[in-house]
């Protein structure tokens, strides 16, 4: 199966995925996670693209469209991959269509998580993740037992850069320009499912199995 979990920053995609992931033993293709391990690499990819991911920007679309092209057509994503993160905007939708078309796939479902602003800047402003082992951690929601250390590992918290307010703040701004004729594209080709991401992720889990099960039928 070939999806796309479209959604805001912080609208809790990244840990729906993982768990969809193993659960229909498809790969989960983060291009958030992909830019941000070449940026900490220091890759000349990661070099490119640290600007942009610092202002919140998107980076260029020739750069993401390039990596996305390999990580398609390698063996891993041959029975069906999850994308989470892109297509980011309309040519990137286009893109990614004329992609898939080569290998006679295309998308067949796209699963938007809706979820408020408030929400948001709760999720991602209060958000800490361990140096150490990269456990996740909220000052609000989940936080640590110990004042910016880790539970598990014991090393140091720290705050993603771009999730400083003002850079969420703007990834907002970005994503809803960008990503409204993205919704709308499959909209009108009948494949957009929405779902209230603002629940416990076990239940938006339980939902999404649904969604997808009833499309199988
Ligand atoms: P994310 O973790 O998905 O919010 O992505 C973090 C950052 O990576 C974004 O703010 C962008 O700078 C960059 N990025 C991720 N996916 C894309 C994409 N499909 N197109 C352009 N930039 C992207």
Redesign the pocket.
């Known amino acids: 199966m070939n999806l796309v979990l479209l959604g805001p920053?912080g609208s809790g995609k990244?840990t729906l995925a993982k768990l969809l992931s193993s659960q229909l033993n498809i790969p989960h293709i983060?291009?958030?996670?992909i830019?941000?391990e070449e940026a900490e690499s220091g890759t000349s990819l990661g070099k490119k693209?640290k600007p942009?991911?610092e202002k919140?920007?998107?980076?260029p679309?020739q750069t993401?469209l390039e990596v996305m092209k390999e990580r398609i057509r390698s063996s891993e994503c041959q029975k069906g991959f999850l994308l989470?993160?892109?297509?980011?905007?309309f040519h990137?939708a286009l893109e990614l269509d004329d992609m898939l078309k080569n290998s006679t796939k295309s998308i067949d479902m796209v699963i938007k998580f809706d979820v408020s602003d408030d929400c948001v800047l709760k999720r991602l402003g209060g958000r800490l993740i361990c140096s150490g082992c990269g456990a996740d951690f909220n000052r609000y929601t989940k936080p640590p037992q110990k004042d910016l250390m880790c539970d598990f590992c014991g090393s140091q918290l720290y705050q993603r850069p771009?999730d400083a307010q003002e850079v969420i703040l703007n990834?907002l701004k970005?994503y809803k320009e960008q990503a409204m004729p993205v919704e709308k594209y499959y909209n009108n080709q009948g494949k957009l499912r929405r779902i209230n991401a603002e629940l416990d992720p076990s239940l938006i889990l339980k939902n999404v199995l649904n969604i997808l099960q009833s499309k199988k039928e």
């Open positions: 920053p990244g983060s291009t958030g996670d830019l941000r693209v942009f991911m919140g920007e998107l980076v679309d993401i989470d993160g892109f297509p980011r905007n990137q771009d990834r970005v």
